[in-house]
């Protein structure tokens, strides 16, 4: 079973950055690892993912040109790069992995809450107005 830790989230204001990390037990070249975020009230939705290899990304919408995912192939960790933070992305933050395969983005949008293999406990991010 792969383990994944997530950290670095906390309180910040409107415009600011933050970086969240997820640290997995293990990782093959065929896996991908992304965020999710759910805000109260509302379902879980797809923010970001990579495959391992970095050769590949995909964005939602909402966060595109403002978030940065990457990863560090020695660490086997996952990272997202949090710019210009809007209250709207008050949420609890998951990380999530997948074994195998690599699908559309509209798959992860519309599957991926359900089709990721491994999550982590979630780091809460508050942006504040």
């Known amino acids: 079973q792969v383990q994944l830790v997530e950290s670095g989230g906390g309180l910040v204001q409107a415009g600011g950055s933050l970086r969240l990390s997820c640290a997995a037990s293990?990782?093959?070249?065929?896996?991908?690892i992304g965020w999710f975020r759910q805000a109260p009230g509302k379902e879980r939705e797809f923010v970001a993912i990579i495959h391992w290899s970095g050769s590949n990304t995909y964005y939602a919408d909402s966060v595109k040109g403002r978030f940065t995912i990457s990863r560090d192939s020695a660490k086997n960790t996952v990272y997202l790069q949090m710019n210009s933070l809007k209250p709207d992305d008050t949420a609890v933050y998951y990380c999530?992995?997948?074994?195998?395969?690599?699908?559309?983005?509209?798959?992860?949008?519309?599957?991926?809450?359900?089709?990721?293999?491994?999550w982590g406990k979630g780091t809460p991010v508050t942006v504040s107005s």
């Open positions: 999530a992995f997948k074994e195998r395969g690599w699908y559309s983005s509209s798959w992860y949008q519309d599957q991926g809450r359900h089709g990721m293999d491994y």
């Open positions: 293990e990782r093959t070249f065929t896996s991908t």
